[in-house]
């Protein structure tokens, strides 16, 4: 079956860095996702790595894939305030995108 | 400006009446996408469609009705079948299936 396990809260010191993990089950995914929800809005893509990709780095961004475990983390380095959010992995399966039940991030002053 | 827009923002109906939500995209986009977002419970998909006059059901469809009839289209009826209607609503639409999905703004509809 398809599910996506995620760590409902993080929390982490300004400055410091942030590491969201997350758990996928279908091997089938093409692409990999991380989306970025604030407080009453939309999701937004923050990044997505391709399924042949073992890391991808993206400014303050980094996504590995270690796809033997199917697991999917992202780093955020030097997390500032405006990096509080909901963040959420997704898989792509067959036609249909999954979504994890997202990770809220904190930051402490 | 290219864009998926939801409205509106804010809804709210008596229990027992059936509520249409819009989703509007000018992306040129095949595939469009209605999510549930509840507390603690992430996003469940309930209604998904890949091509214009198809559509499947999601793991929550029950209680939602959908329509494709426009490529640029994808509204959600929340019927009184609903048991439980009240929730943020989200739609997004991608390229395709697999590709990375654009999300509306969101609908939070309350039923009292």
């Known amino acids: 079956g398809e599910d996506v396990e995620q760590s409902l809260f993080l929390s982490v010191r300004e400055g410091d860095s942030s590491v969201i993990n997350c758990t996928y089950t279908?091997?089938?995914?093409?692409?990999l996702y991380w989306y970025k929800q604030e407080p009453g809005a939309g999701l937004q893509l923050l990044t997505y790595i391709f399924s042949n990709m073992d890391m991808k780095q993206d400014q303050r961004l980094t996504v590995l894939l270690n796809k033997k475990d199917k697991h999917l983390s992202l780093r955020i380095a030097d997390t500032q305030t405006g990096d509080s959010a909901i963040y959420f992995c997704a898989e792509s399966p067959a036609s249909k995108i999954i979504f994890g039940k997202g990770t809220r991030l904190h930051i402490l002053p | 400006d290219g864009g998926i827009t939801q409205s509106p923002k804010y809804l709210f109906r008596k229990e027992g009446q059936n509520v249409t939500l819009s989703c509007e995209q000018n992306l040129n986009h095949d595939a469009m996408y209605w999510y549930r977002q509840d507390p603690g419970q992430g996003l469940r998909l309930i209604y998904y469609s890949q091509i214009v006059n198809d559509f499947q059901k999601g793991d929550i469809a029950e209680g939602y009705s959908v329509s494709r009839e426009k490529k640029e289209s994808f509204p959600l009826t929340v019927t009184s079948a609903q048991k439980n209607p009240t929730a943020f609503y989200l739609c997004?639409?991608?390229?395709?299936?697999?590709?990375?999905?654009?999300f509306g703004q969101g609908t939070r509809l309350t039923v009292v």
């Open positions: 279908d091997s089938s995914s093409t692409y």
């Open positions: 997004a639409s991608s390229i395709s299936g697999v590709h990375e999905a654009f």
